[in-house]
C-alpha cells in the first residue's frame, strides 16, 4: 500500500515539474526585449528607418517633425487643408520604420 503512494506522489511531482518547465518556456518564449529607450539626442539609424517619414494625401506637407524629448519619441506632421471644398477629407501621418521589421514580432508602447 505504501508503495502506491510513493509511486502517486513520485508520478505527480514529475507531471508538476513537466507542466512547470513548459509554463517556463512559453513565458520565454514571449518575454518583452527592449528594442529603444530613445535615451541618446538623435534617432538610432541601426533600429530605425526614416525615408518617406511624412506624408499627406494631398502631397502639400509643410513640416515633418521627429525629434526625441525625456526619452519619449515624439512624431509630428503639418498640412494645409483643401481651401477648394469644405467636404471630403484629408491624411497625414508621420512615422518611423523598423530597420529590420522581419525581427519584430510584436510591439508595446507607454
Given at each position: 500500500m505504501?508503495?502506491?503512494?510513493v509511486?502517486a506522489?513520485?508520478?505527480?511531482?514529475?507531471?508538476?515539474g513537466?507542466?512547470?518547465?513548459?509554463t517556463?518556456t512559453?513565458?520565454n518564449q514571449f518575454?518583452?526585449?527592449?528594442?529603444?529607450?530613445f535615451n541618446?539626442?538623435?534617432i538610432?539609424?541601426l533600429r530605425?528607418?526614416?525615408g518617406?517619414s511624412?506624408?499627406?494625401?494631398?502631397?502639400?506637407e509643410?513640416e515633418?517633425?521627429?525629434?526625441?524629448?525625456?526619452g519619449?519619441?515624439?512624431l509630428?506632421?503639418?498640412?494645409?487643408?483643401?481651401?477648394?471644398?469644405?467636404?471630403g477629407?484629408?491624411v497625414?501621418?508621420a512615422?518611423l520604420n523598423f530597420?529590420?521589421?522581419?525581427?519584430?514580432?510584436?510591439?508595446?508602447?507607454?
Amino acid at each position: 500500500m505504501k508503495t502506491k503512494y510513493v509511486a502517486a506522489l513520485v508520478s505527480s511531482l514529475l507531471l508538476a515539474g513537466i507542466a512547470a518547465a513548459q509554463t517556463s518556456t512559453n513565458l520565454n518564449q514571449f518575454a518583452s526585449i527592449l528594442y529603444d529607450d530613445f535615451n541618446q539626442q538623435l534617432i538610432d539609424p541601426l533600429r530605425w528607418t526614416t525615408g518617406a517619414s511624412c506624408w499627406s494625401s494631398d502631397y502639400a506637407e509643410m513640416e515633418c517633425m521627429r525629434t526625441i524629448q525625456a526619452g519619449k519619441l515624439l512624431l509630428a506632421e503639418r498640412t494645409f487643408g483643401q481651401r477648394d471644398s469644405d467636404t471630403g477629407n484629408q491624411v497625414g501621418l508621420a512615422s518611423l520604420n523598423f530597420a529590420n521589421p522581419a525581427a519584430i514580432k510584436g510591439v508595446t508602447a507607454d
